[in-house]
């Protein structure tokens, strides 16, 4: 006997099954709409136009005139050569202290929940505070830090480094990397938790030392998390500008500006919304080709594993 072919269900009923996930999902796509793409297009469109706050008649399209004066300003180019020392310098030593910090907190001990906790704690200062406060241990008139420079005999004299072009930009990363460690020490600290202990029982007995334990199990498994954590932390350090506002205000000299904090100069103190935008346009672009390459080299350690 054939089969009775099933009835269709009427047009509205299937246009209503079809559109019930997007009904459940529409509150926060009207968000991430409202808060990320409308502002992110109008930033966009800014960049074309010539929109200047104090000036009534602004605000009218002019192409690409931004980013002629962008490739001739010598402001923007030393911020971008800022930008990469301050990025590398600030992400590599928040791994590698965070790493060392992971590896010591993965060792059993009387008290680890509370050192974890502490580790956790700059984590938790907000950003402006901490930048006052390590403003003032580089100031040598009420703070140590020079004067202990001085006494290792780093500095001719007890003086505040943030006056110095030459070393004024160590005085942001060194608070960047207090107040980033905790992000690489706990999730370096979850991702070593993972690891089988049997595979260090194993190398252990095959005569592995500590640190080749190290090199052919430990780093091999964090080579993954490594890399998505470090895509992340460069993408927010890149963008990064309240430690820098507060502590330097890009000074001296412009030692200390990086595009951030050029935006920043451009948007609220020279209120030149369209060439600020211009600047965070182009800065868009380089950290999106810089997530693609990590995301790429990351596909590839994992393929490598399987």
Known sequence: ??????????????????????????????IILAVMLIPLAVGISYAFRDVQILNPFSGGFIGLDHFRALASDDAFLGALRNTVTWTFLTVLLQLVFGLILALLLDVPFRGRGLAQALVFLPWAVPTFLAGLNWAWLFNPTIGPIPHWLYALGLLPEPSNILADPNLALWGPITAAVWWGIPFFAITLLAALQSIPADLYEAAQIDGAGPLQRFRSITLPFLAPVIAITVLLRTVWVANFTDLIVVMTGGGPADRTQTVASYIFTQAFKKLDFGYASAISLVLLVLLLTYALLILLIRQRLIDGDK
């Open 1 to 30: 006997m054939p089969a009775t072919p099933a009835p269709s269900r009427p047009f509205l009923r299937r246009l209503g099954d079809g559109l019930e996930p997007w009904l459940y999902t529409a509150p926060s796509l009207l």
